[in-house]
């Protein structure tokens, strides 16, 4: 597979632009009001000390997500601040020898865990503002190479072959203005694997494609507070470990089996999880797939998180995909909190974490 030159290994910053509200617990009226706590948060989450050690855990880019709503509070009207934001972040990052990957996690029509009454899919006036606001980045960074546009983190809503016309205005809208710009990709239903076989295929060399993995969720969610189901069952699930644990969480919610002829949750059990994805390199051999997003959740034991994590980059490795590691730091608001550092030093939670974040796997 081609290769994602300074994109190999990364780790994702959630909880500065992205993630920095619990918006379910917030009344829905007042939900996309921007505070003075917000954005004395903006200002002063991430520094500059942030990005340095992000560098030196040996990482080549860092995914850098940001919500439309940070930029652009009024639909249609840009919040010069949350720019300059972004604009200090990024030239860090590239002092620090880090490309960045710049991607929409949020945006109007498609906020993930809060119900909307239209979606970005349904919505023209959404999906204007949409590649308005690509192209707006587009003008800021036409200069700068080194940063990436994946356009959005999930999309959570069907058809595919709605969000696939979405995506293709969006390409095209940028090729007009900068035809090396690098722009990744990814299907619906959540950026899941089995989306990437719906997704639409461009013939441009500058397009990635990219995924999220989290199979099974049963383990890199366990006990999690935004899942009802998780936090329902509340059990601790080891990895790698026996298939019971699957088995009766299936049967506890009155669902069919699924395990057959899997006796142990493990790598083999991953790779068969991430079949969609082989299928895709095989099918693809030169064009770039890129795994954004994988984590566990921070209160699952770190020798479990670093089991799983090993054995997901080991699969990536397999395929020559590049990745990102979700995610740095989590602020209080984040329900899903994914720390590779701890939350009040921010430092690596474990030499063995580092080690399999840069791709040395056993």
């Known amino acids: 597979m081609k290769k994602f030159v300074g994109f190999e290994k990364g780790i994702g910053i959630g909880g500065w632009l992205t993630n920095f509200k619990r918006y379910t617990a917030i009344p829905a009226d007042k939900r996309l009001l921007m505070t003075i706590g917000d954005e004395e948060h903006f200002e002063k989450y991430i520094t500059r000390d942030d990005i340095a050690y992000i560098a030196s855990l040996g990482v080549d880019h860092i995914r850098l997500p940001f919500d439309q709503f940070v930029m652009e509070p009024v639909l249609g009207e840009y919040r010069m601040r949350s720019f300059e934001l972004l604009d200090r972040c990024i030239d860090w990052c590239h002092e620090c020898g880090l490309n ?69 205005r969006t390409v095209a809208a940028l090729r007009e203005k900068n035809r090396n710009r690098i722009i990744i990709i990814g299907g619906n239903r959540w950026n899941c694997t089995e989306s990437l076989r719906e997704l639409e295929i ?45 088995r009766d969480y299936r049967r506890f919610f009155g669902e069919k089996e699924t395990y057959e002829g899997i006796e142990r949750i493990d790598i083999h059990y991953l790779r068969s999880c991430m079949q969609a994805a082989y299928d895709f390199v095989a099918a693809h051999p030169d064009k770039i797939l890129y795994c954004g997003e994988f984590s566990v959740l921070r209160h699952v034991p770190l020798e479990w998180r670093e089991n799983w994590l090993n054995d997901v980059i080991k699969l990536l490795k397999e395929l020559d995909a590049p990745y990102s590691v979700w995610n740095y730091l989590s602020t209080p608001n984040d329900g899903n909190k994914s720390s590779l550092v701890d939350d009040d030093h921010r430092r690596i939670l474990s030499e063995r974490l580092r080690q399999i974040i840069n791709g040395n796997v056993i």
């Open 100 to 168: 960045v990957n710049l991607n929409m996690h949020k945006c109007y029509g498609n906020y993930c865990d809060v119900p909307e009454e239209s979606n970005l899919l349904n919505n023209p006036v959404y999906q204007e503002r949409f590649i308005a606001l690509w192209l707006a980045l587009e003008d800021r960074y036409a200069d700068r190479p080194y940063v990436a546009f994946e356009l959005l983190n999930e999309m959570r809503y069907e058809p595919a072959s709605e969000w696939n016309k979405i995506l293709c």
């Open 202 to 246: 461009f013939e441009d060399e500058n397009v990635v494609y990219t995924f999220h993995f989290y199979d099974p969720i049963e383990f890199t969610h366990q006990r999690g507070v935004l899942q009802d189901r998780h936090a329902l069952y509340n059990r601790d699930m080891p990895y790698p470990g026996d298939v019971e644990y699957y």
